[in-house]
């Protein structure tokens, strides 16, 4: 449909006067009475009677004109948007993380920061494994992706590192070194212990292997769980122990001790990901904002 001559005829149909609708169109009166023409000959339908002295509306011209003011309100709309996400304003931003970044504040600070300064933005978040943000960061169905090192180095991705956090060390209540305020990674060697089950090199699971490998021990019982929340579950069971980021430490679980440990390689970092080939302004804006808050550049 040409929106032209839908314009032409909401306007016609208000004014009733071919000379005044002209002149509301900034178009010369044949111009208009040409568009008019032409748009009853698409529907096949007379839409105004006109003589020398009066234009006004048929039947059928008066049951299509709310549908017309409807149509050109929605285009009206749409351009709008389209302005604003030229501008940098309102728009859909996808986000994804994994479930141990929820309650690290870092995120928390972008995202609540990201919302003051644009909340004409829509901002869609979900949570995932590493595995499924990253493929549905390749596949182009999340704009961006709060993860934890290491990752897949992907050529077509880039990283900013937001924030690195002490591991913790999660004990049933009864264990013999609960309530100690600080213990040694070694002293939990021989422990079951609950792992995040991330691919092998990747993520949370792999930080808390390698910190334990460099404390001199690999855990003899290992179980994997899907995410924190299930393996601090699982500790408060007393069926033994795990390792997660600080943050996680404000979660007031029953029947379990949260310790620091005295290893100081023992860290998890939570990283930021995106496509290199950003493809619209409120992207950029998040990452610029985080290089600026996070202080990395």
Known sequence: MDYRQLHAFVVLAE?????????????????????????????NLALFIR??????????????????????????????????????????????????????????????NYRANKPETTLKIEQRNVNELLNMMLGETLDLAFVR???????????????????????????????????????LSSEPFFIQQDPHGVGLGWSSLSACHQAGFIPKNIQFTQDVAAAIGLVSMAMGVTLVPETQSSVLVSDVSYCALEERFATTTLTLCWRKEMKHRLLRDFIDDARALTCRQ
């Open 15 to 43: 004014e009733l006067h071919f000379g005044r609708a002209a002149h509301r169109l900034n178009i010369t009166q044949p111009a208009l009475t040409q568009q008019i023409k032409s748009f009853e000959e698409r529907l």
């Open 51 to 112: 003589d020398r002295r009066h234009v006004c509306l048929t039947a059928e011209g008066r049951f299509l004109l709310d549908e017309a003011r409807s149509i050109l309100g929605h285009c009206a709309a749409f351009f709008d948007d389209a302005d604003n996400l030229r501008q940098g304003g309102r728009g859909l931003l996808k986000i994804g993380y994994v479930g141990s970044a929820i309650l690290d504040p870092a995120m928390i600070m972008l995202i609540k």
């Open 149 to 187: 090192s290491p990752v897949p180095q992907y050529e077509s991705m880039e990283y900013l590192d937001i924030a690195t956090r002490p591991l913790i060390a999660v004990l049933p209540h009864q264990h013999k070194l609960s309530g100690e305020r600080k213990i040694s990674l070694a002293s």
